[in-house]
């Protein structure tokens, strides 16, 4: 009877080291995901934020102070009324995305609207929030994604227009050479048949 006792006594010690171990071994596995996503937001927020300083210099652009901020707040307040998870990992990372698309879109065409920029990204921070508790989980889940979805629309716009003009000076100028390589021979046909 004892020995049936004491190897019961084994089995259950056993068992419980088992089960400790496989719960540390969860522990451990979620606590290495979790510092991964903290590890992705810091680097996705400090390249959020190299963009927003980057803008001034890089586009001879003067941003007011409180521009400046609003716009760095959008990705240094995004999880402080969220969790830290991979799907708003991955909504932080598509608002960032859109954001930097457009500028990076200047680099690929080397042209930007010089005019234009200034307004549209003032009128972009006007309509984000100024005080911190407004930037909650509804303004990142239905506001935020459509303001800089309009920013990039109206700056897309702005590019087909410029294409387009573009297009349209190549032609004219093509047009203005025929004209020009038209006239020139006529001149000289003219001068031939007068010196005749």
């Known amino acids: 009877m004892s020995s049936v006792l004491f190897w019961l006594l084994v089995i259950v010690v056993v068992y419980s080291l088992y089960v400790v171990r496989k719960k ?10 979790q510092l991964s996503l903290n590890h992705s937001v810091r680097q996705l927020q400090n390249r959020y934020k190299e963009l927003v300083a980057s ?14 901020r609003r716009l760095i707040a959008v990705g240094n307040n995004y999880f ?4 830290v998870n991979s799907l708003n990992l991955e909504r932080l990372s598509d608002l960032v995305d859109t954001f930097s698309n457009v500028f990076s879109q ?11 920029l ?3 990204i003032s009128k972009l921070c006007e309509a984000l929030p100024s005080d911190t508790r ?9 506001q935020a ?16 227009k410029n294409e387009a003009q573009s297009e349209q000076d190549i032609i004219e100028s ?19 048949s007068n010196n005749s």
């Open 24 to 33: 540390q071994k969860t522990i451990h596995a979620l606590k290495t995901k």
């Open 80 to 83: 402080v009324f969220q969790a």
């Open 134 to 142: 407004s930037f909650n989980s509804q303004f990142y889940l239905e």
């Open 174 to 192: 093509e047009e203005d050479e025929q004209s020009n390589t038209y006239q020139y021979s006529s001149e000289t046909e003219q001068d031939m």
């Open 55 to 68: 803008l001034p210099q890089q586009y001879e652009l003067e941003l007011e102070t409180e521009h400046k």
């Open 106 to 116: 200047f680099e690929d065409i080397n042209w930007y609207p010089k005019e234009q």
């Open 118 to 120: 200034p307004a549209l």
């Open 145 to 160: 994604p459509r303001l800089f979805f309009d920013f990039s629309e109206e700056i897309n716009e702005l590019i087909i």
